[in-house]
């Protein structure tokens, strides 16, 4: 009988863990997809946008700063004939930032991995580097487009568009999201700051879509 109860023990106290990390895994696998879902209904409706911008002018190599859940990148591949484009992400929680996307910790080292089973299947075109933008514009060379969508601090918009403007091939794109989000004032003073003081024209799209496009580039 005593050897029944310990067997059970042993089983119980070995298997408990795994089954904890199995059954929270399971929540945070619903959780990421819940939130995904809810991020792309409005998320989904500019995508085009960008990629239409990236067909009309030829574009092959890019950066999207702010990958997220993979949405904007898969479209882009899936929608243009890009051949490389680096998503660049820290997928880290950043204390006192507020914004709903700054994820848990946790989530995002869920996500991190969940994103590079999605976009696997695009081989090489496709380049997920795990770090901030400030850190990853050393490992980009030249590039035709970049999409702004990381931090939507002034200071950190100022700093995105100011370090990768000087990647730009003559000829590029240099755009993002969130122009005039109410819970992001800082995203169009950076724009407007940068743009403006170059003497170039910012175009702005359905659901704060911002870009400035090739020629215009100096
Ligand atoms: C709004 S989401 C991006 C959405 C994505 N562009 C899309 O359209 O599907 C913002 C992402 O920016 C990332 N992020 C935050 N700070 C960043 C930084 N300094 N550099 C790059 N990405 C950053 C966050 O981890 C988050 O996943």
Redesign the pocket.
């Given at each position: 009988m005593n050897t029944i109860k310990i067997i059970k023990n042993f089983i119980i106290f070995n298997t408990k863990p795994w089954l904890d990390f199995f059954i929270s895994s399971t929540n945070l696998i619903t959780d990421i997809k819940d939130l995904q879902k809810i991020q792309h209904k409005s998320?989904d409706t500019v995508r085009e946008i960008f990629s239409k911008k990236i067909n009309e002018l030829n574009l092959k190599t890019g950066v999207?700063?702010?990958?997220?859940?993979g949405?904007?990148s898969e479209y882009m591949l899936k929608n243009t004939q890009i051949t490389k484009l680096y998503g660049?992400?820290?997928?880290?929680h950043?204390w006192f930032y507020f914004d709903p996307?700054n994820l848990s910790q946790r989530k995002?080292d869920f996500l991190y991995a969940f994103v590079i089973g999605k976009l696997n299947t695009f081989g090489d075109r496709f380049e997920l580097i795990r770090t901030?933008?400030?850190k990853a514009v050393r490992y980009v060379d030249k590039i035709d487009f970049i999409y702004i969508?990381?931090?939507h601090s002034y200071e950190?918009t100022k700093k995105d568009i100011e370090n990768w403007y000087e990647k730009i091939n003559t000829g590029g794109l240099i755009g993002g999201?969130d122009y005039d989000h109410p819970s992001f004032p800082g995203v169009k003073k950076a724009v407007d700051e940068f743009f403006k003081q170059k003497d170039l024209q910012i175009t702005v799209e359905h659901g704060g879509v911002w870009y400035v496009i090739n020629n215009n580039l100096k």
């Open positions: 998320w999207e700063i702010g990958v997220a859940f949405g904007h660049i992400d820290p997928y880290k950043f996307m995002f901030t933008s400030e969508d990381g931090n950190q999201d």
